[in-house]
């Protein structure tokens, strides 16, 4: 008997072996050096690792018990069994840098089948738990705060001893932030000088300060150091995790505890198309407006090609977003945050709201609710957390002393109201409005909840994947790859099966396709 004869024509399986035999596999057998010990086939383990996702199972050591028990599994990766350290190394090392590159393989192999089109993207995120200790924290606020005060602490007891020595001091150096290298340096040359005027006899430091210079020695340059090395580690972010430094404090959908506690993870970005996710990405940003350009950049880079659509919830609703994608050429079917507040009677029915008031734009000036000009006085700048600088023209109005609906207007103490309106925003905001309450656009609506909320909600709950298993960047983006994969293939293969079997023989047909698409 042979194990090929029991697999079921239909069965997943027989679809993971098709694919994962035909791709091309040159980057990843790079990574093997050669010599030594025969390694275990790349391939095998590539099915097996795939399959075992498909299958809900994403332990190293369930899936080495997985292997040793189950005729599929033999049938994918043989009988020459590895053990769980193999299975995770091969995953976390073998797969690092290689891995994106099977992913798009395999959605080439969707657009050659006519599944998807890569003309629209369906963008959303989740969050989803590290694995590493929620209790691990390190916040940016409470280093700079600490360290500010080792600062000054140990600047004043620098200072002292070198005045107590009559040692020459730079004025530069009380002027410049003390780093843990200029405190080792000067603590230095404290102690040389303290050491030279006890051998010539004379008088040096008190026991208080001989004591406070030894502890800037012995324990503050440490510290110092310590505070360094972790705003390096934080750069922009506001925290991190001491056992997994990649992964920053977030406030999760799923709470456990119902106290609203941040744990560790990342923010996981998915394109999709008929529900098949096209593209995927790894941020420490917990909010989805500062993804979306890095995000779709990493779409053109997989493919080479750019999609016409993107759509979008209104977590990606921003000038600067809106700006990038008119400049590449995308539709932007993406809401704004009031996109479905500004048609509440509360909203429209309100004549004292900046966007109710009447705008002249010949002659640049607002009307307010008496019938005053507010006129132009200025245009002013701002700068975002990402980066981005936008123009704000402010308006003001002539007099508001005395008027019968100042109360009702603004709660501001002068006498003159003045309002602050972005007006390249409030343009994008209308072109997207439009296109959004557009047929085509209506349409897009209705599919995006379907689209991505779907998936998340299938890879998930349906089949339990709420915690990352691996740590770092680098590693966790193979790991949701590997569930990407294995969501693709588990849809595909219920297309097939409902199409035709699929058959045990290798899938020859498939080769000359992604040859194919890889040459295009």
Known sequence: MYLSDIVPAEHPA????????????????????????????????????????????????????????????????GTLIPDF?????????????????????VVKLLVEEGLVTLDVQYIDGTK??????????????????????????VRAVLEE????????QKESEAEKPLTAKEMEERTGRILEKMKEKEVNGEHALDKPQRKAVEKVAKESVGKM???????????????????????????????????????????????????YITNYGIYWRPTDQGTLIPFMTTFSERYGI???????????????????MEENGIEAFVKYNMFHAEDKRKYTGNPFLVQNLYYNAEENYYVCPMGQHMEHIGDVQSKSDLGYVSTVSRYRAQNCAGCPLRCLCYKGKGDRRVIEVNHRSNAFRAKAKERLTSEEGLYHRSRRPIEPEAVFGDIKYDHGFKRFRLKGNAKVNVEFGLVALAHNLRKYAKVQTLT?????????????????????
């Open 14 to 77: 027989r679809v993971v072996d098709a694919v994962v035999e035909n791709l091309d596999i040159r980057e990843l057998e790079r990574t093997y050096k050669g010599g030594g010990t025969s390694s275990y086939a790349p391939r095998a383990l590539l099915k097996v690792i795939i399959y075992a996702y498909l299958s809900n199972i994403y332990s190293g050591r369930q899936i080495e018990q997985a292997w040793r028990e189950s005729i599929i599994y033999m049938w994918l990766g």
């Open 225 to 275: 150091r310590e505070y360094e090395e972790k705003l390096e580690i934080l750069g922009e972010r506001n925290s991190y995790s001491k056992t997994d430094p990649d992964a920053t404090f977030m406030r999760m959908k799923e709470d456990a505890m119902n106290n609203g506690q941040t744990k560790p993870g990342y923010n996981v970005q998915i394109a999709t198309e008929n529900q």
């Open 500 to 520: 035709q079997p699929i058959t045990s023989e290798p899938a020859a047909v498939l080769l000359p396709k992604i040859e194919a698409i890889n040459a295009a």
């Open 85 to 105: 350290r193999t299975i995770n190394n091969f995953r976390s090392r073998r797969l690092v840098g290689t891995f994106g590159d099977l992913f798009t393989q």
């Open 128 to 153: 989803i738990e590290s694995a590493a200790n929620k209790y691990t924290f390190v916040w940016k606020r409470a280093t700079e705060t600490n360290k500010a005060k080792l600062e000054k602490n």
């Open 161 to 168: 001893a070198e005045r107590a020595l009559e040692m020459e």
């Open 306 to 324: 750019q999609s016409s659509k993107a759509v979008a919830d209104s977590g990606y609703g921003s000038e600067q977003n809106y700006v990038w």
